[in-house]
Nanobody, 126 residues
Framework: QVQLVNSGGGLVQAEGSLKLTCAASGRTDNFFRMGWFRQAPGKEREFVASIRWSSGSTYYADSVKGRFTISRDNAKNTGHLQMNSLKPEDTAVYYC???????????????????WGQGTQVTVSS
């Protein structure tokens, strides 16, 4: 079994920055990918960014490209989402997700992940 714990959310003004962290524990061998998703009030959950654990290859939603950076610390089984130039429309609950096996689905799909964190609120004021 695997546990994912989100942290780092909060309230920030527009153009500010926040860094989210997702710590994985338990049976974390064969760590395949980590992703970040977000859900704004009244909207469906959407893909934000992902990283392949072994290679470090990254993928971003167009809405955050150039502003957000996903990274990972292999030794600590921890992932990060650095969010810069935040906008009010980035306000949402942010979830990390992880897969510890190859799942033949596109990285931006929720089905590409086995485990989910509890979510952390990010609020950007204008």
């Amino acid at each position: 079994q695997v546990q994912l714990v989100n942290s780092g959310g909060g309230l920030v003004q527009a153009e500010g920055s926040l860094k989210l962290t997702c710590a994985a524990s338990g049976r974390t061998d064969n760590f395949f990918r980590m992703g970040w998703f977000r859900q704004a009030p009244g909207k469906e959950r959407e893909f934000v960014a992902s990283i392949r654990w072994s290679s470090g290859s990254t993928y971003y939603a167009d809405s955050v490209k150039g502003r957000f950076t996903i990274s990972r610390d292999n030794a600590k089984n921890t992932g990060h989402l650095q969010m810069n130039s935040l906008k009010p429309e980035d306000t949402a609950v942010y979830y990390c997700a992880a897969a510890f096996r190859f799942i033949p689905k596109p990285t931006m799909e929720e089905g590409a992940y086995d485990y989910w964190g509890q979510g952390t609120q990010v609020t950007v004021s204008s």
